[in-house]
């Protein structure tokens, strides 16, 4: 019995990698090429190197600056607060020995990020020659050199160019691995893995990897050992991840954003029930649809495969799950397709019929709760969230189209029975899946919480022009034309990189980077006296430029997660300033008599509705009362610094733009 599983297990496997053509890109390196490389080497490094420390700290570079402070003068990396800060311990040790080497300055925090950046650029050239020709790689490579988010990135005293650096050399060694068949190589991946881990916990995702060599291969004793090396990086996350979670202090209990989707979700499938004809008549169709269409094909596993793909992916659609729906109804009408010669005008009634049932529940929904457009959608969407795959999007929303386009030729070639290119595994193990993956874990994430699948992104949207272009120039007509090849190659280089946003990226300055240093010196300038109140919308910034801050001003909703309650006070986990959470928080402070000035330093990091969530309970319709007078104007526009006078009435100073 044991034999017949693990024969059927390998029928399975050699069945799966059958759909998959094996393509190799060159794996020599002429002369040429080494010196493009050189050159993108040297202009990737200088544009990163460009105006490096020209603006202060933002974002998330003051979780990193200050522990990495206390690590430089005391030895150990502590938050003002007294907390240990134990994420991407190997990358605030890098910045310490930059700090001692260069000296205090946003310019030596970020200057491992940049050495990082610049490491990806000469790796992206050893990943990328596994799919791709020699002339396909250099625009790989320059794509790494010069995407703005890579940029950016490499110029952030945060963790996420190590997290994607490393994910890149752990994917190259894998490829190594598949090569070799080496274990030592896959032992170096997994390795890597960790390393990855270390610096963002979210290195995870790029873990299905390790299973792509043996699923290509149909190599079940190399599957076994990627499954193993699978395993050993799970491990490692979550010891990892306890270990990170055993120095943050107990928060208060916030609503999870995956609850409180899955709450409107669970409401709105309850509206859909109380509407008996449309909810029981999905269920009925459904079943009726998937055996017609499964009756289309001779071969019985087949037919029985496609009943019940079609028929649970119909049953998700009924239950809004429409992602999920959607896919299974996809995947059963290809394998519909490919076993049955009479499938195609019954495949046709399927998706005519899943379009009226999506049409008939989206109207019923949309007048049922009076919801906009957006929010119906997304009542109709479910968990998990399809938000990850576009916020993936952002960071170049060409790649993806491609991707995308190329996705629609790579199906039908795969309804038509023939073998799709190897790259296209790849994204799955690399790319959706983990995005798909990551939807579980939250219901609109940053973008910056995808970047793991960044570069395997990349590699397929270039893989996919190649073929593209392949097909282009063997075409007679295209001989009149030369250097077509070269042409295509410059186009999807460019459009992927998208030039105007890598201008504003070089040279942006305080136009894409918010002035928080600018409002400290502002303060500073002044000399506070002793009985002025400093109260910061960036806690961290202010209180790295300042030394201290008295409040910290931030919406109850959004700050939750960030504060402890302390001897009957909110106070921020990070700097221990007690929390003004409401703006009726923020008047009892107006009100006070034993108080002198009040300055607000407000935040550039944020705009429109996102500034609005920064500012809820109340925040941000307290702050456009005329007692909070506008003080300071940052270099960003955005930055501002409001005072309220002390209640004897002392004159303000004059406004001042910086």
Not at 181 to 202: K, P, Y
Not at 447 to 454: D, G, I, M, Q
Not at 469 to 487: D, E, F, M, N, Q
Request: some cysteine.
């Amino acid at each position: 019995m044991l034999k017949g599983i693990v024969a059927s297990m390998n029928r399975a496997l050699q069945i799966f990698a059958g759909l998959f053509e094996i393509r190799r890109g060159s794996e020599r390196s002429s002369s040429i090429e080494k010196l493009a490389l050189l050159a993108i080497l040297g202009i990737g490094a200088v544009i990163r190197f460009w105006g490096l420390g020209s603006w202060g700290l933002e974002g998330d570079e003051k979780t990193m600056a200050l522990p990495t402070i206390h690590l430089v003068k005391l030895g150990a990396p502590l938050m003002p607060s007294g907390m240990f800060y134990p994420r991407a311990i190997g990358q605030l040790y890098l910045m310490a020995a930059s700090v001692r080497a260069f000296g205090e300055s946003e310019w030596a925090f970020r200057f491992p990020s940049v050495v990082c950046g610049i490491a990806l650029i000469g790796i992206a050239y050893i990943l990328g020659r596994r799919f791709l020709s020699p002339a396909w790689n250099m625009a790989f490579v320059a794509v790494a050199a010069f995407l703005p988010r890579l940029i950016a990135d490499s110029q952030e005293a945060r963790m996420y160019i190590f997290l994607v650096t490393c994910l890149a050399g752990y994917t190259a060694l894998v490829f190594e691995w598949e090569r070799s068949n080496r274990t030592i190589w896959l032992l170096a991946a997994v390795i890597v893995m960790l390393i990855g881990i270390q610096f963002h916990v979210l290195a995870i995702f790029g873990s299905f990897v390790l299973l792509y060599p043996g699923l290509l291969k149909a190599d079940a004793r190399k599957l076994w050992r990627g499954g193993i090396g699978f395993i050993v990086v799970v491990v490692g996350f979550a010891v990892t991840s306890r270990w990170i979670e055993r120095f943050y202090p107990p928060t208060l209990k916030t609503g999870n954003t995956n609850l409180a989707a899955t709450e409107t979700h669970i409401t709105s499938l309850s509206l859909l029930q109380q509407n008996a004809l449309l909810f029981i008549g999905g269920l009925v169709a459904a079943a009726l649809l998937a055996v017609y269409i499964a009756r289309s094909i001779n071969a019985r596993a087949p037919a029985i495969a496609v009943a019940a793909m079609l028929f649970v992916g119909l049953i998700c659609e009924t239950a809004l799950f429409y992602h999920l729906g959607l896919g299974l109804i996809l995947g059963g009408a290809i394998l519909a397709y490919r076993n049955g010669a009479k499938a195609l005008p019954r495949i046709a009634l399927l998706l005519a019929v899943s379009l009226g049932l999506a049409i008939s529940q989206f109207g019923f929904l949309h007048h049922a709760t009076g919801e906009s457009v957006r929010r119906t959608l997304g009542m109709m969407v479910g968990l998990p969230s399809i938000w990850s795959l576009l916020r993936a999007a952002v960071d170049s929303p060409a790649a993806w189209l491609i991707v995308c386009l190329a996705l629609v030729r790579a199906l039908w070639r795969l309804a038509q029975r023939e073998r799709i290119p190897d790259y296209w595994l790849f994204f799955v193990l690399a790319g959706w899946l983990p995005l798909f993956s990551l939807g579980f874990f939250g219901w609109d994430v940053e973008p910056r919480y995808t970047e793991f699948a960044l570069l395997p992104v990349l590699i397929c949207a270039l893989a996919a022009s190649q073929e593209f272009t392949a097909v282009i120039v063997r075409r007679p007509s295209s001989k009149a034309v030369p250097g077509v090849r070269a042409l295509l190659i410059a186009v999807a280089t460019i459009l992927i990189v998208n030039p105007v946003s890598l201008a504003r990226a070089v040279s942006g300055g305080y136009s894409i980077h918010p002035d928080h240093k600018g409002a400290a010196a502002f303060i500073q300038s002044i000399h506070p006296r002793p009985d002025d109140v400093i109260v910061a919308e960036d806690a961290l910034q202010q209180t790295y430029y300042l030394g201290r801050i008295d409040y910290w001003l931030r919406g109850m909703n959004n700050a939750a997660q960030f504060v402890h309650m302390q001897g009957g006070v909110l106070r921020d986990i990070y700097t221990n300033a007690p929390l003004l959470g409401t703006g009726a928080a923020l008047m009892a402070l107006v009100e006070r008599r034993d108080r002198g000035a009040i300055y607000i330093i407000g935040t550039g990091e944020f705009r429109d509705n996102d500034l609005r969530l920064m500012r809820s309970d109340g925040i941000y319709e307290a702050l456009e009362n005329p007692i909070f007078v506008p003080v300071f104007i940052g270099r960003d526009g955005l930055t501002q610094v409001w005072k309220v006078e002390a209640p004897n009435g002392a004159a303000a100073p004059a406004n001042r733009r910086d």
